[in-house]
């Protein structure tokens, strides 16, 4: 009929509400039908990897400025755990962004992942600057598979945590 919506080819996914909880959330290929549509189990797989209360401490640490940036890393040999691998004294306000992410960048490693939380003045027009608290995944080319993958599912958790 002219006018109508089209159905659609695809089922049409919709996450659960809530992480490893089965879920019934692919509609059926004709949604006038009525029958509800066919269950199918989906779980979203959450990384268990605890942080370190020094870490939250820390972060506290930045937001109140008496410290700058902090690498952070999984606790080896198990990466069983979100550690801080080291931290930076606070900037001042003559500090150069590019000089303190140099610096930073030299502590990191080019064969492995970390995250980075810094604190940098940013100007965000001529006359107005503010600081930004920023939380980067560092993940470089060189760095193993599995490394990369329990990092980037450990970020999510990490980032909601502070």
Not at 42 to 62: D, F, H, L, R
Not at 83 to 107: G, H, M, R, Y
Not at 135 to 140: C, G, H, N, T
Request: hydrophobic share 30%; net charge negative.
């Amino acid at each position: 009929a002219r006018g109508s919506t089209p159905t659609p080819f695809f089922p049409i996914y919709h996450p659960p509400s809530s992480p490893l909880q089965p879920s019934s959330s692919i509609s059926s290929l004709n949604p006038s039908s009525s029958q509800p549509p066919s269950p199918v189990s989906t779980y979203i797989m959450v990384s268990g990897v605890p942080i370190n209360p020094a870490v939250i401490e820390k972060y506290n640490e930045i937001s109140k400025r008496t410290c700058g940036a902090m690498i952070l890393s999984l606790a080896k040999p198990n990466n069983d755990e979100v550690i801080v691998d080291q931290a930076f004294p606070p900037t001042t306000p003559d500090s150069d962004p590019e000089d303190i992410w140099k610096k930073i960048l030299e502590q990191v490693p080019d064969e492995d992942c970390r995250y980075i939380i810094v604190d940098f003045k940013v100007k965000t027009t001529p006359t107005v600057s503010q600081e930004k608290v920023t939380l980067v995944y560092w993940a470089p080319e060189t760095a193993p598979s599995r490394s990369k993958m329990i990092y980037a599912a450990t970020k999510e958790h990490i980032s909601s945590s502070l």
